[in-house]
């Protein structure tokens, strides 16, 4: 074996890649090389629970990816946060553990062609992967790598927020990954102890130390090596040398739903019009790569607070973050281990019937601080935000290379709102966050309503705001969909169609987006994935 050779090489050490270096490693017959673009994740910023805001603002951990003008947005480019550092998004996200749907599961089956991959397929791997610290029960795993731990203690004003919740229709319910989402509960979340559990934490740390398992940082991908149209290996980029790294067995792609799409179409795999454009030669007329885009799109209700109940930052609380920080270093419970994102809530939008089947459509996020989007600024200051989003959007964008080079951002265009319903249901949200934070559960605290602005009164008003703000919560999917169809770009054991030795194993192959947040779900397909291809499935 010579040092560039392998049997499988995986693209991308995010969640899906991590689960996949460790599963595939575990053979010490089988060598297995893992490639990312950026760097290690052994950082204060990924591994302090609070400090996820300026991990995703980071222009080290992060790839800074931005959209296309958003028509229906004002014309806004929004900023796209992807991890760029070992773990992936699960080293820079909120830790959230949430599975979505049964019938999410089914409905790709059904719906999509994705034989194999409905409810009843995928809660094993679910449970399989997850270490629930807690009592056991048959909705969840308590031997897996991934450690899953409940957030404690809870913020008053996270209480407050469930007692809100209560009064307006959504009550409490004790697990929101159980039997009926439709509730609020404190979030589950993948920390271990004091920091933060990530797919590089709970799966790659572990096979570092196994010698078949080769790990290279910095690490650009540019194109994958085809043989006519079966896959030998991948190029890419370290510092100023191109380098190869050679498959023998398979060429994995786990850079998720923006940077896998980019990957295939810069090998020639894609639509063929798409690909001359970009000055790249077609191999595989693919016309579904970088298609069907889907995104969860989100806006920010606020208020602010006349205590120091919240975990913002003031004069009045300088004392306790020096001391947070002498605790974390000591590995000890404090502000820095707190996650700020704690409550959380699954509810139904007046269209639910129609465009979701009855499931809830709508997702509450609550934080008992006052924040900005995407970590842009510290949170000075008191008060509580709360975060709500639409779970099944309608509208659908697209993804494509503008240029041969694979340190050329791709062309992005999620095409918020391009479905008018999509906007009725974003309207019922901002009103219930609007109830909410205005119910009398937070009178102890609030001084004020920031947003929505108190003048905003009428539906008309709310979507100027909407179009103002919102912005999006990191669930991009479905660009390289699984299943069967005239977009399919997998078939249901995630091998590319038109190719041979060369799959997609991330979140760009779902083929609708998830009721709730897409991690958890990213490393269930890594660990289906890792059994299809150890037992030959076809």
């Known amino acids: 074996m010579t040092a560039n050779q392998f049997d499988y090489v995986i693209v991308g050490a995010g969640s899906a890649g991590c689960v996949l270096a460790e599963r595939l490693s575990r053979d010490p ?10 760097g290690d994740d052994r950082n204060l910023l990924v591994e302090a629970p609070l400090m996820m805001g300026q991990a995703i603002a980071s222009k080290t951990l992060d790839w800074h990816h931005y959209t296309a003008p958003q028509k229906h947005l004002n014309d806004r480019r929004l900023f796209w946060p992807r991890g760029k550092v070992l773990g992936g998004s699960s080293s820079i996200n909120a830790m959230h553990y949430i599975r979505g749907a049964a019938q999410n599961y089914d409905e790709w089956r059904d719906t999509y062609g ?7 397929q995928v809660l094993p791997a679910f449970k399989q992967v997850e270490g629930r610290v807690g009592d056991p029960c048959d909705w969840h795993g308590a031997e897996g790598p991934l450690s899953v731990q409940d957030i404690a203690p809870l913020n008053p004003l996270t209480e407050a927020f469930f007692e809100a919740c209560a009064a307006n229709g959504i009550g409490r319910i004790d697990d929101m990954n159980g039997a009926d989402q439709f509730g609020c509960a404190p979030y589950h979340v993948t920390q271990r102890g004091n920091k933060r559990c990530s797919a590089a934490v709970a799966f790659l740390r572990p096979a570092l130390s196994r010698s078949n398992l080769t790990v290279i940082t910095h690490a650009l991908a540019s194109r994958v090596l085809l043989e006519g149209t079966r896959a030998t290996g991948v190029e890419y980029r370290k510092g100023r040398h191109t380098e190869t790294a050679t498959a023998r067995r398979e060429v994995i792609l786990s850079g998720g739903a923006i940077n896998t799409p980019q990957l295939l179409q810069l090998s020639g795999i894609g639509d063929a019009s798409w690909l001359r454009d970009a000055g790249v030669n077609p191999v595989v007329d693919l016309p579904g790569v970088g298609r069907n885009l889907q995104d969860h799109l989100d806006v920010l209700g606020q208020i602010t607070t006349a205590s120091t109940t919240s975990l913002g930052i003031s004069s009045k609380t300088a004392a306790s973050w020096i001391g947070a920080v002498i605790n974390f270093l000591a590995d000890k419970p404090g502000l820095l281990s707190t996650n700020p994102v704690q409550g959380g809530a699954f509810f ?17 996020a609550f934080i008992p601080a006052k924040v900005a989007p995407h970590g842009a600024k510290l949170p000075f200051g008191h008060g509580a935000s709360l975060h709500v989003c639409q779970l099944y959007p309608k ?15 791709p062309h992005i265009d999620p095409n918020y709102l391009s479905e008018p319903q999509d906007l009725e249901v974003m309207l019922d949200g901002m009103e219930m966050a609007r109830k909410v934070l205005n119910h009398a559960a937070f009178d102890f605290d609030r001084k004020a309503e920031v947003w929505p602005d108190a003048a905003y009164r009428t539906r008309a008003q709310l979507a100027d705001d909407l179009k103002a703000r919102a912005e999006t919560l990191y669930h991009p999917v479905g660009t390289c969909r699984m299943g069967k169809g005239e977009l399919a770009v997998v078939d249901p054991a995630l091998k590319v169609y038109g190719t041979q030795g060369l799959r997609v194993v991330d979140a760009s192959v779902m083929p609708r987006l998830i009721g709730g947040n897409t991690n958890a779900p990213t490393m269930m397909i890594a660990t289906r994935a890792a059994d299809i291809i150890l037992s030959g499935q076809e």
């Not at 017959?29 to 673009?37: D, F, P, W, Y």
């Not at 994705?114 to 009843?120: P, Y």
């Open 29 to 38: 017959s089988v060598s297995v090389a893992l490639l990312e673009a950026g």
């Open 348 to 364: 139904r939008s007046s269209l639910a019937d129609e465009m979701a089947d009855g499931l809830p459509d709508l997702q509450f």
């Open 114 to 120: 994705a034989d194999g991959w409905g409810w009843d």
């Open 395 to 409: 509208s659908r964008g697209e993804l494509r290379i503008t240029s041969s080079d694979p340190a050329t951002h």
